[in-house]
């Protein structure tokens, strides 16, 4: 299967339609780097910064953080990069924070909500990031993003970083994209000035349907009990193609079903045309799409649906199969 890959490697994820779907690999450690490379991504479309600060047993420090980045950034040799802010709380608790105890950690205090409340470590975090870039292209995306306000007070944190580098005298990053995770579905109905402000957005498809269900990620008893192809979740996921499409907002998809090839697929048939998955899912999701019609998986799943189908897989896995 690996041979099968690798001589895809170097081909675009372009379906039989003609639709070429982008795919971007996630990473969250300098050792993920070297995959890039191995499994043909176009860059990386979820850097989760967590883990550095997870690993030890106090705070990172601003100049460790950025030699990091900076030697990421180096690693990926030209390739685009999207480094997430820190986005801890829920099940990821750092040993040096006071944690705070609460009845609901996945609806609680967590990633972006800890980042404005108490913004220091943010503001070291972007700090280093744009020192990193120096130069060179920078791209940072916000996690957790609920409301329209939320994005506008990040941003601005992102600005004073700019301002503060600036009047250190420190080289500023040749180009910046920020963008925003939507993970929370209150954001799909934010007003227009957000879709117009950020410059991306990344679908974070495992919270995203988490609460979209209801339906704790990390309790096992309800956790694989709706489909992702569950007709509800995919009109929702048309409503955000429809809102970015107005805008022409650039939206990508990183939650682990952009890793699996029949969810990716539909995705794509649903307008996604930017997946960020596992290194080790580009090339099974690539060869599926390869062999893909996205057209023609469009009507089979508004057939689906129009016949009343709570989820649309057994109808796309009988025409794959044909
Ligand atoms: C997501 O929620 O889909 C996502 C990519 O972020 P994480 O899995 O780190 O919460
Ligand atoms: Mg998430």
Not at 43 to 51: A, I, K, N, Q
Request: net charge positive.
């Amino acid at each position: 299967a690996q041979e099968r890959y690798a001589s895809i490697r170097d081909k675009p994820a372009e379906a039989r339609c003609g639709t070429v779907v982008s795919l971007h690999m996630n990473a969250g450690l300098m050792a993920d780097l070297p995959s890039l490379e191995s499994s043909g991504a176009e860059g990386v479309g979820l850097f989760r910064t967590e883990l550095q600060f997870l690993i030890r047993n106090q705070m990172p420090r601003r100049s460790e953080l950025s030699a990091l980045y900076a030697r990421i950034m180096k690693a990926a040799q030209g390739k685009r990069v999207v480094f997430r802010t820190l986005d801890i709380g829920s099940d990821k608790v750092l040993p040096y924070m006071n944690s705070v105890d609460e009845p609901n950690p996945a609806l609680g205090w967590r990633a972006i909500r800890v980042g404005l409340d108490k913004p220091g470590v943010l503001r070291m975090q972007l700090q280093a990031l744009v020192r990193a870039a120096a130069g060179g292209p920078l791209t940072v995306m916000f996690p957790f993003i609920a409301q329209y306000e939320e994005w506008r007070a990040a941003r601005a944190e992102m600005d004073k970083a700019l301002e503060r580098e600036r009047i250190l005298g420190h080289p500023l990053p040749a180009s910046l994209e920020v963008g925003a995770m939507l993970e929370t579905p209150s954001l799909a109905f934010a007003s227009r000035r957000f879709f117009e402000e950020v410059e991306f957005i990344s679908i974070g498809g495992n919270d995203l349907k988490q609460f979209f269900f209801a339906a704790d990620r990390e309790n096992e008893l309800v956790r694989r009990r709706y489909d992702t192809l569950n007709v509800s979740f995919l009109s929702f996921i048309e409503q955000i193609v429809d809102r970015c499409a107005e805008t022409g907002t650039p939206l990508s998809f990183c939650g682990e079903d952009a890793g699996r090839p029949i969810e990716a697929l539909c995705l794509a048939a649903m307008g996604i045309r930017t997946l960020s998955m596992r290194p080790a899912s580009i090339g099974p999701v690539k060869h599926l799409l390869r062999r893909a019609h996205l057209g023609e998986l469009r009507e089979v799943i508004a057939e689906a649906k129009a016949r009343g189908e709570q989820s649309v897989r057994p109808a796309v896995m009988d025409h794959l199969r044909r």
